[in-house]
């Protein structure tokens, strides 16, 4: 009898621990959920340049579940839609994205690059993708807003 006490009080301890480290998510690294694009951003040196929000009809929206990404996206001024899959992380900076297959079109142009390295402003409700040059600099950025 002491035996199964014993043995039910391992299995709730064991449970707690590996359900408590699951649940628990650091705030400021948690991208899982859906994103709509919202604008872009041009930069001069570190500073902002100029504004610019999506055209209208224009969607892009990207899915962060699990250590995978998906993004798909329809330009009311090209015939296709475009869309991307692929595995990605987070540190603490940076967001980096390794597309393993998208559309046709989007597939020739990976033929080059898979691996997407982008500086990280993430919040709550919003987050940027900013592309930075060879020296360091912003040049451009995504920006989103969540979702769900």
């Not at 330009?75 to 940076?94: H, M, S």
């Not at 559309?103 to 592309?131: G, N, V």
Request: net charge negative; with cysteine.
């Amino acid at each position: 009898m002491k035996n199964i006490i014993r043995l039910v009080l391992l299995l709730a301890v064991v449970f707690g621990i590996s359900s408590s480290t699951t649940s628990t998510t650091d705030a400021m690294h948690t991208m899982e959920g859906t994103w709509e694009l919202q604008s872009f951003y041009n930069y001069e040196g570190q500073n902002i340049s100029d504004t610019i929000p999506v055209a209208e009809g224009y969607r892009q929206i990207k899915m962060y579940y699990n250590g995978r990404v998906m993004w798909c996206r329809i330009d009311p001024r090209a015939p296709i839609g475009r869309f991307g899959y692929g595995t990605y992380q987070i540190t603490e900076k940076q967001l980096i994205e390794t597309i393993e297959f998208g559309d046709a079109e989007f597939m020739k142009a990976l033929d080059t690059m898979r691996i997407f390295t982008f500086d990280l402003d993430l919040k709550d409700e919003t987050y940027s993708q900013i592309t930075i040059d060879e020296n360091g600099f912003p040049t451009f950025s995504e920006n989103y807003s969540r979702v769900d």
